[in-house]
């Protein structure tokens, strides 16, 4: 069974290999972990975003999900699908799709990309402007615990507020608490017609046309600013009916300043970059407010790299080639000058060391909650 490049590259780079297992059922990869006392086990799903965790410590045991892919129940007039979680994306959409129906997320590396993994993430692009986060569409989750022990959380209904909210703990907790072993999803269905803008021109008038978008009447399924090789960019996705779909996209175009050039791409997003020696992926946040200072500093520091920033939420990606360490860290003092954040997911470790998330009072909290979940540290990454 393949993984993913970046953990294929990962290993062979590696001195001395590392043991690798793939469990077919939850009571054999309960098994090991009960069996894993005193080791360092790293949790994964196919391996493309194995190293988005701050903190790796060496590790003596990668443990796949791959080998969880079943569908266990895809409720369709209630909207919900229950699996197993190294079910990949690609897999899970093509069941559903029979039905008419998705999970509506875009993380990166979708060839790769398992259930397990995107919620483990948290990754989602664009598309969080519509249909909302991650954790928005995770009704309940099944997981294994670092004693071995099957715990469960949340249910298969859309409302669900009994007890705390695990399944918003584990989303985004990068493999630190425990093994997700299976998930309840939450769907919708299938637009019936998509349709994408792309709008090319100065910076500052692409800020005014985004603003106007999120203020107008339409319901805009993602809009994203972008800095690429040609240009400053601003990207409008619509789902929806045929007719409604034709009604916004043409509103949208009425409100544009003047100077702007339109014209109507393939639904979806740009084709991002691909990852290569030297290149760092960083995530970033910044009030929706801040969006056009926060490009600017882009530009300013980093003239090369390309950043897509969801307009709506100030959330965004950045790559960038071979970027100096003092660089990144200007930026950084900005966008947390500006009550926003920069944190680096694939970069050399030297250089996430130096740019380590500051998480203030909350490391606390969440060095208890590690303490609670893994108390014997078995599960590599952490995230302070």
């Not at 970046?6 to 001395?16: E, G, K, R």
């Not at 069941?95 to 979708?110: F, K, T």
């Not at 100030?314 to 970027?323: N, S, V």
Request: net charge neutral; with cysteine; charged share 15%.
């Amino acid at each position: 069974m393949a993984f993913s490049p970046a953990l294929a590259a990962f290993l062979s780079s590696q001195a001395t290999a590392i043991p690798i297992q793939t469990p077919s059922t939850v009571a054999e990869l309960a098994q090991i972990l009960r069996e894993c006392q005193g080791r360092k086990v790293l949790p994964l799903g196919q391996g493309s975003k194995w190293g988005w965790a701050p903190c790796l410590e060496t590790v003596d045991l990668i443990l796949s999900t791959r080998g969880l892919r079943r569908l266990i129940d895809h409720a369709a007039a209630d909207l919900t699908v229950t699996v197993e979680a190294g079910m990949t994306l690609a897999e899970l959409q093509q069941i559903l799709a029979e039905q008419g129906q998705w999970w509506p997320v875009d993380p990166l590396y979708p060839d790769w990309a398992t259930v397990g993994g995107i919620i483990a993430t948290a990754d989602t692009g664009s598309l969080r402007w519509r249909y909302g986060s991650i954790g928005d569409l995770v009704l309940g989750i099944t997981w294994v615990r670092a004693d071995g022990e099957v715990a469960k959380a949340g249910g298969r209904v859309v409302k669900n507020v009994a007890g705390y909210n695990l399944t918003r703990l584990f989303t985004g907790s990068l493999g630190s608490l425990g093994i997700l072993t299976q998930v309840t999803l939450r769907l919708y269905p299938l637009p019936a017609a998509q349709a994408t803008l792309l709008a090319t021109g100065a910076l500052a008038d692409l800020e005014v046309l985004a603003r106007q978008v999120l203020n107008a009447p339409v319901s805009p399924a993602g809009v994203d600013l972008w800095l690429r090789g040609e240009g400053s960019q601003l990207w409008i996705h619509f789902h929806g009916s045929e007719r409604v779909v034709a009604q916004q996209t043409a509103l949208v175009q009425r409100l544009a300043p003047a100077g702007l050039s339109w014209q109507e791409v393939r639904p979806g997003a740009p084709p991002l970059p691909l990852p290569r020696s030297g290149m760092v992926l960083a995530k970033f946040g910044c009030p929706p407010s801040q969006s056009l200072a926060t490009l600017e500093q882009f530009q300013s520091l980093f003239p090369s790299a390309q950043v897509q920033l969801h307009r709506g939420c100030g959330l965004g990606r950045a790559w960038i080639p071979q970027p100096e360490q003092g660089s990144l860290l200007q930026l950084q003092c900005h966008l947390q000058a500006a009550g926003g954040f920069l944190v680096l997911l694939e970069a050399p470790p030297a250089l996430k060391t130096a740019l380590a998330p500051n998480f203030g009072p909350t490391a606390t909290l969440m060095q208890r909650l590690k303490q609670q979940f893994d108390p014997a540290g078995i599960f590599g990454p952490r995230l302070v």
